[in-house]
C-alpha cells in the first residue's frame, strides 16, 4: 500500500497553470476537469510547471539545471521518517516553527528542495503542499513521503513565477533560502502572498546583505584551501555527498542576491503583510524575548537594524547568512 499523492484538502488547491480549472489526478497525470488537459507526470513527479514569461527565464532554467545536478538538502541519515522527526526536533528552528504552526494547518513550502520541511511540518495533522522546479529533488521528497506512508504531504513540479495554485488557499507559506535564487526577488515574494488566506502567515528566508560577506570572501578562496574552511561542513555534516551538495549551494551557485530587513519590510508593504517577526531577533527589541516565532515584536528602528545585520557577520555569517522575516497578511 502506498500513501495517496495528493490529500484531498491539498487537490481542492490546486488549478491547470494559467488559471484553469481544478484537476483530477489519473494513472501518471493530473486532469484538468474543464478542459480536459492533461499533465503528465514527469520522471513520475506531478508536474504544473510554465517557464518564467520574458529574461527571467534565463536564471530560472540555470537554476533548474543546478538544483537537478544538485538536489539540496538531500536525506543521507534521514531516509527514516523517525530520523527526520529526530532531527526536526532537536533543531531550534524548525521545532519552533512546528509549535508556532500548531495544528490542522494547511502549508505551502514555495522552493521545497528534497523536501524535509514539507514532511516533518505535516506532524499535527497539518497537510502541506512542497513545491519546487527541481524533478530530482521532488523525487527525493516523495520518495520520503511514500517509503513512510505520509498521508498529508504532496509535492508538484512547479514555478513561482506560475502558481498553479488557487488564490488565498493557505494558513502558512514558507519559502525558505530560495527567492535569493530567482531572478526577481520582490517579484517572487508578491506571487507567493497571493496564496496566502487573509491573517494568515509568511515566512521567507533569505541571504542578509551583511552575513552573507564572509561566504563571498571564503568563495573566493575554497578552490585552493578546499572544503574544509567552510564551518558547516567542518561541524554539522558528516557525510561526503551532502558535504559536496552544500559546499556547491553556497559558493558555486550560478545566481544569488542578498538582502536586508529593510527590504523585507518594503515588501511587506507592498503587500498588506504586516511584521511579526525576525530570526534571528533584532537586538533590543522584544523579539529577543519571544520564545514564539510568530508573535508579534517591535522591529526595532533603522540603527538598530543595521547594527543587529551587522553583528550577524559574526554569528549567521559562519554558516551562510541566511535570516528569516515572519509577518501575517491583513484580512479584509
Ligand atoms: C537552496 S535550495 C533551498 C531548499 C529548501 N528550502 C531548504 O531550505 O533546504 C533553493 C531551492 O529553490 C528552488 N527554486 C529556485 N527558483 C525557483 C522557482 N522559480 N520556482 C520554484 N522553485 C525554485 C530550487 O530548485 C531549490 O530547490
Redesign the pocket.
Known amino acids: 500500500m502506498t500513501a495517496p499523492l495528493f490529500p484531498d484538502r491539498i487537490l481542492a488547491t490546486l488549478t491547470s497553470p494559467n488559471g484553469g480549472g481544478p484537476l483530477v489526478p489519473q494513472d501518471d497525470a493530473l486532469i484538468c476537469r474543464d478542459s480536459g488537459t492533461r499533465f503528465p507526470f514527469l520522471h513520475r513527479v506531478p508536474s504544473l510547471y510554465l517557464s518564467?514569461p520574458g529574461e527571467g527565464n534565463v536564471i530560472?532554467d540555470l537554476?533548474?539545471s543546478f538544483?537537478t545536478e544538485n538536489p539540496?538538502?538531500s536525506y543521507e541519515g534521514l531516509e527514516e521518517f523517525g530520523e527526520l522527526v529526530s532531527k526536526g526536533h532537536g533543531n531550534s528552528f524548525s521545532r519552533g516553527l512546528l509549535h508556532a504552526i500548531g495544528y490542522n494547518k494547511m502549508i505551502l513550502e514555495?522552493?521545497?528542495?528534497t523536501g524535509q520541511?514539507s514532511n516533518y511540518l505535516q506532524l499535527n495533522n497539518n497537510h502541506v503542499l512542497g513545491?519546487?522546479?527541481?524533478l530530482a529533488?521532488l523525487a527525493l521528497a516523495l520518495e520520503h513521503k511514500q517509503r513512510n506512508q505520509l498521508t498529508r504531504s504532496a509535492f508538484v513540479q512547479?514555478?513561482?513565477?506560475n502558481l498553479a495554485i488557487q488564490d488565498e488557499s493557505f494558513d502558512v507559506i514558507l519559502s525558505?533560502?530560495?527567492l535569493h535564487?530567482?531572478h526577481n526577488a520582490r517579484q517572487a515574494f508578491a506571487h507567493i502572498v497571493k496564496k496566502l488566506k487573509p491573517g494568515g502567515i509568511v515566512l521567507v528566508g533569505l541571504y542578509n546583505t551583511y552575513a552573507r560577506i564572509p561566504t563571498w570572501l571564503r568563495s573566493k578562496v575554497i578552490r585552493y584551501l578546499g572544503p574544509r574552511i567552510d564551518y558547516v561542513v567542518r561541524h554539522r555534516i558528516h557525510d561526503a555527498e551532502k558535504a559536496r551538495i552544500w559546499i556547491q549551494?553556497q559558493y558555486f551557485n550560478p545566481h544569488e542576491t542578498w538582502h536586508s530587513i529593510d527590504d523585507v519590510l518594503l515588501w511587506f508593504r507592498e503587500n498588506g503583510i504586516d511584521y511579526l517577526n525576525c530570526s534571528p531577533a533584532i537586538l533590543d527589541t522584544d523579539a529577543e524575548m519571544s520564545a514564539d516565532l510568530f508573535a508579534a515584536t517591535h522591529p526595532g528602528s533603522v540603527y538598530q537594524r543595521v547594527v543587529t545585520q551587522l553583528s550577524w557577520i559574526f554569528s549567521l555569517g559562519r554558516e551562510g547568512g541566511l535570516f528569516d522575516v515572519v509577518g501575517r497578511k491583513r484580512s479584509g
Open positions: 518564467t530560472t537554476m533548474q538544483y539540496f538538502p514555495c522552493g521545497c528542495g520541511l513545491i519546487d522546479l527541481s529533488s512547479m514555478n513561482i513565477f525558505h533560502g530560495v535564487h530567482t549551494d
